[in-house]
């Protein structure tokens, strides 16, 4: 939808806030009617048997094990960290899940409990989650203490009322800031490389698809390594056509700038089904090439069980209980 | 005045509260005992059982923490909606029975009967069933029943209404919640039991009734992991499908009411049998002069 976009025309959109508003209120608008009836028509697709024991073995491996509630303790992150390694402890034929997802504090001990070289990752929610209302200054300082606590990947927050009241100069630089404190401080933790950095939309927050559009262009100009629709403290979180909307765009990013971009819905999946349709919206929108742990992650933490009990169920021939999977 | 156009009825099942269609989409025709066509009933299959149990589950930590006086309550209640449809039970009674209108009127008054005397049960149970024991040290030990969970009901396919309330009270008069299998060929008494249940207080999801063949949904049932009891009188006079079922609930422990070898005659007087297949005890010690 848009022709490429070499380096000279790229630093000039971001060279000052009205061409940022320019090129954002550029984009060609989302035609709601159709991208809901097209996440619709995708959420029929019907996917059985050895394809559905393929897309709950790969929605496992996508999936950031999330806790972020006031109540986390360091032993229940542990939990979360063992549930992680080994989701179904009686079949070590079930994939690991791609990370944990925990408050910055929690990091470390996320960390510990993986163990050195882990190939499940730590992400750690930063910036003032959820709301994002602090300074900059504050954001900063919450990205280095996760990143310096080993977190391997970042989810930042933006600042929905900057974004909303059209100051995108302001979200473009804070979104930057974070970026490079997710690349300096490396602490006991150095690995060269820094945390990959998963930017949240909120879309329950941003009204429109539109918004949803342009706030995606804006954070993947900025840097990000990833595009997340929520925190999952705001209903509605993620969405099948909020997602479309997404994928949509890390597809024309690619196309126009030629750096691949991850999408992350997160909050309110809970069922094989949920996850099943978004596997089947991104390899219809983004195409294959997104279908990868790497490229593509689930945010959520019932989800899991279910997965695992579709994947008992197809295993056994009998339908899995709750009882016989760890409470979390 | 043109004769009126016949309203020819299509029910669906009763599922957490709802009435949905089958998964399937599928209906098929309930005929009367002499083939002429009654109505038609959804026809569940394995998927509607799923959300069944689904549904069931998650009405269970309410219904069997509500207080026994709280479920007698609802359960009288129940029987008091009940006697408003007698009409129309007697009318289903006596056309998928084959028996004469003061037969059903009988048979109507009889499950209603049964029901209000499984409510009464619900507070006077642990009495019975429960116990303060003696033991030789400083403790107060005292047992109590407590409900056994989500239960599928296969439910008697000859006798109708006083066989479907003779199976279906004493389960969740206890505190647990029901997935029942209705009669294949005798389903709309049920049906109706499901409409007395939706308008009375039972919260949604304690009884889930699915009509259809029994042998589409029974073996799922059986076999989920998530069931904790099944009762096998639906499947009375078929010896190797009971077996079959049992050999299924055998996998998680289930707690098994097996199949009688002919339909029983629910007429008798009912025991406390079928209300303590359902429940577990629970043995407390409790320190005393502390």
Redesign the interface.
Known sequence: MLSALDDARLSDITSSEASLRRFLHGLPGVDQVGAEARAAMLATRSIKTTAKQFAIDLAISMIDLTTLEGQDTPGKVRALCAKALRPDPSDRSVPRVAAVCVYPDLVATAKEALGAGSDVKVASVATGFPSGRTSLAVKEADTRDAVAAGADEVDMVIDRGAFLAGRYGQVFDEIVAVKQACARAHGANDDGAGAHLKVILETGELATYDNVRRASWLAMLAGADFIKTSTGKVVPAATLPVTLVMLEAVRDFRDAIGRQVGVKPAGGIRTSKDAIRYLVLVNETAGEDWLDPDWFRLGASSLLNDLLMQRQKMLT????????FTLD | MAERLAVKKTYKLYIGGKFPRSESGRSYQVSDAKGRFLANAAWATRKDARDAVVAARKAYPGWSGATAYNRGQVLYRVAEVMEGRHAQFVDEVAAGEGVARGKAEKLVDEAIDRWVWYAGWSDKIAQVVGSSNPVAGPYFDFSVPEPTGVVAVLAPQRSSLLGLVSVLAPVIVGGNTAVLAASLERPLPAVTLSEVLATSDLPGGVVNILTGRVGDTAAWLAAHMDVNAVDLAGAAGDAEHARQLELAAADNLKRVVRAPEAEPEWTAEPGLERITAYLETKTVWHPVGI
């Open positions: 021939g009998r339908y899995a209980g709750p009882d016989y």
